[in-house]
């Protein structure tokens, strides 16, 4: 599996962006989806991830009620929308897919993940 983020940018602290990820070589449709960032200096954390049916979501305590994460497996397409973004979230968000051991299943560790994207930078400016 093949995956390619994008859809970060710069954008003022209270805006929104919406970051995607699109899967090639294998259909995501039996797989977590989860998005991770980094921001400088700092360890990669957990964002958000969803089940491979998207019937379950587990979002991060700092993101919770201003990031939504959705999939469209039709599509091999997995999305973050961010609304209300603060500068804290500044940092290069990968997306990452993880093979599912239920129809539940959501991973937040990152090294339950097997596959990742190449990161794309979120620039929020205060």
């Known amino acids: 599996v093949q995956l390619q983020a994008s859809g970060g940018g710069l954008v003022q602290a209270g805006g929104s962006l919406r970051l995607s990820c699109a899967a090639s070589?294998?259909?995501?449709?039996?797989?977590?989806m989860g998005w991770f960032r980094q921001a400088p200096g700092k360890e990669r954390e957990f964002v958000a991830a969803i089940s491979w049916r998207g019937a379950s979501r587990r979002y991060a305590d700092s993101v919770k009620g201003r990031f939504t994460i959705s999939r469209d497996n039709a599509n091999n397409m997995s999305y973050l929308q961010m609304n209300s973004l603060k500068p804290e979230d500044t940092a290069v968000y990968y997306c990452?897919?993880?093979?599912?051991?239920?129809?539940?299943?959501?991973?937040?560790?990152?090294?339950?993940?097997?596959?990742w994207g190449q990161g794309t930078l979120v620039t929020v400016s205060s």
């Open positions: 070589g294998r259909a995501l449709s039996t797989y977590c």
């Open positions: 990452a897919a993880a093979v599912a051991s239920s129809v539940h299943y959501t991973a937040v560790r990152a090294s339950e993940y097997d596959y």
